[in-house]
């Protein structure tokens, strides 16, 4: 039986993402299952209340992050204020003071997922 044991997992923890009231901040973890990309693109689903982030690969009038290298003292953070402002409205909550969510990635896609509502579906 063939194992694909990442050693580093335990250390680095979960794949978080942080959202401030200005920002969505990547953890080392989440940054490594993206594959720590140059660039990355963001979506949203506003009726499950999900962020999806996934290598940016050319997509014709899509708008790109700078991502891999934006990384500081391990974390990566894209700012996105209006977003945030928008998100808060729709979901009547505060970012101020942030709050941390556990990302899921999906293989099939590959799209980092972050359940804002805080439900796994």
């Not at 942030?98 to 099939?108: E, G, L, M, T």
Request: with cysteine; proline share 4%; net charge neutral.
């Amino acid at each position: 039986m063939l194992y694909n044991f990442n050693w580093s997992a335990v250390s680095g923890g979960a794949p978080y993402v942080t959202i401030s009231s200005t920002t969505l901040a990547f953890n080392s973890v989440s940054i490594e299952k993206l594959g720590n990309p140059e660039k990355v693109i963001v979506g949203f689903d506003e009726e499950q209340s999900i962020i999806g982030v996934k290598v940016y690969a050319g997509e014709p009038n899509l708008k790109p992050y700078d991502f891999a290298r934006k990384v500081k003292n391990g974390w990566i953070r894209i700012g996105c204020k209006e977003f945030i402002r928008y998100m808060e409205s729709l979901m009547d909550t505060s970012f101020s003071p942030s709050k941390k969510f556990i990302a899921k990635f999906d293989d099939n896609e590959r799209i980092l997922l972050v359940f804002v509502s805080g439900k796994y579906e």
